[in-house]
Every structure is written in structure tokens, then in C-alpha cells.
């Protein structure tokens, strides 16, 4: 059973960097499919960041591209989430995801709660 | 690009059928079947019910069924029962290479 699970501070301050991991457990993130990012701020819908193949290649929400990096460690089977220059527009419940193989999220971590705040 | 549309809210008593429609353009739902379905009770991270358009995952009942014409694509929940209040987003593939989601729809179970 493919299990994704969400790390990383749930407070940063304005104009800092957003920093997650998520960790996979029962599937190796080498081997294959797309493994990404969604966010959903507080009593609002959901919002595709972006995704990283197994490959390293990436693909990213236009709105966010400039402010963002995604990155895999195969080693320990993880794949990670930077943005950068953060504002309160950022604070939002943080979703790591597996992209089945048609263009469908079919894995989804319990998510994470990061607020952006002084 | 913009969001998809979706109703704010249905509901219906148990038993009966609702259904959901999520609008969007040629752009993402009217040109690729590559429209998905999420649902997310209170608290809890989303959970697929339909992908490209009409397949249920394995595990989820059949009383979930979508569809898609043109621009429009369509969750129904037949056979309404209480576990199935929550929301329910739907999401597609874009043009550009992205997804894009729709607001989300609260079902309410009467």
C-alpha cells in the first residue's frame, strides 16, 4: 500500500522560504509515475503546485513557477518543496501527491499546515 | 487559468440521486478526458472517486458515476447516503500543461 506522509515547519515567517518533504513508503519513487504538490488554504478549494517525475524532470503551476522548486531523493525514497519570498497568501494546508498514470492524483498524504506569519 | 465551476451546494435525502456539474472550456474539460473527481469529508485529505471522466478506482462504490459533455462534466451519486456528505472537487487537465481544479461542491445528505 503506497503511503505518502508530510513534514516540515508549520510556521514561516513573510518573505521567507517555504520548506516540505514528503516521504513515500510502499512504492519506489524511482520507479516510476509523477509525485507532487497541492495546497488548500484555509475553507477554500484545492490548488495544483506542481510535480516532479521520476526522472527529475518537473512541471509547474504558472502562477507559482517563478517562486518554486521541486526536487526527489530517491535515496530515501522522499521528494521535497521549496517557495520561496512567502506571503499570508501561502498559508494553506500543504498536500503531497502520486500522479496515477492518466493524469489523476491518486495517492494523497494527510497534509500539513503551514502558516505564514511573524 | 481559471478555476473550473462548480455549484456551491446540492443535497438530497438518502436514496435519492444527485448530481454535480463541473464547467470549464475547450481549454481543459471539452478538450481532454482527463477529468477527475475527489471527495473530502471534514478534516480529511481528498480521496479519488472517478478518473478520465467516468473510472471508478477500485474500492469505490458504483452508486459514483461521471460523465462529460463538451465543456461540462458531471458527477452523480446515486443511492444518497449519509457517508457521503462531504466535498467534492472536481479537476483537469489543461492545455498548458497543468491541472486546474473546481471550487468544490458540499453535498448535504437531508
Known amino acids: 500500500q503506497v503511503q505518502l506522509q508530510e513534514s516540515g515547519p508549520g510556521l514561516v515567517k513573510p518573505s521567507e522560504t517555504l520548506s516540505l518533504t514528503c516521504t513515500v513508503s510502499g512504492f519506489s519513487i524511482s520507479s516510476g509515475y509523477y509525485w507532487g504538490w497541492i495546497r488548500q488554504p484555509p475553507g477554500k478549494g484545492l490548488e495544483w503546485i506542481g510535480s516532479?517525475?521520476?526522472?527529475?524532470?518537473?512541471y509547474s503551476n504558472p502562477s507559482l513557477k517563478s517562486r518554486l522548486t521541486i526536487s526527489l531523493d530517491t535515496s530515501k525514497n522522499q521528494f521535497s518543496l521549496k517557495v520561496t519570498s512567502v506571503t499570508a497568501a501561502d498559508t494553506a494546508v500543504y498536500y503531497c501527491?502520486?500522479?496515477?498514470?492518466?493524469?489523476?492524483?491518486?495517492?494523497w498524504g494527510q497534509g500539513t499546515l503551514v502558516s505564514v506569519s511573524s | 487559468q481559471s478555476a473550473l465551476t462548480q455549484p456551491p451546494s446540492v443535497s438530497g435525502s438518502p436514496g435519492q440521486s444527485v448530481t454535480i456539474s463541473c464547467t470549464g472550456t475547450s481549454s481543459d474539460v471539452g478538450g481532454y478526458d482527463r477529468v477527475s473527481w475527489y471527495q473530502q469529508p471534514p478534516g480529511t485529505a481528498p480521496k479519488l472517486m472517478i478518473h478520465d471522466v467516468s473510472n471508478r478506482p477500485s474500492g469505490v462504490p458504483d452508486r459514483f458515476s461521471g460523465s462529460k459533455s463538451g465543456n461540462t462534466a458531471s458527477l452523480t451519486i446515486s443511492g444518497l447516503q449519509a457517508e457521503d456528505e462531504a466535498d467534492y472537487y472536481c479537476?483537469?487537465?489543461?492545455?498548458?500543461?497543468?491541472?486546474?481544479f473546481g471550487p468544490g461542491t458540499k453535498v448535504t445528505v437531508l
Open positions: 479537476s483537469s487537465y489543461t492545455s498548458s500543461n497543468s491541472y486546474v
Open positions: 501527491t502520486r500522479e496515477g498514470t492518466t493524469e489523476r492524483f491518486d495517492y
Open positions: 516532479i517525475y521520476h526522472s527529475g524532470s518537473t
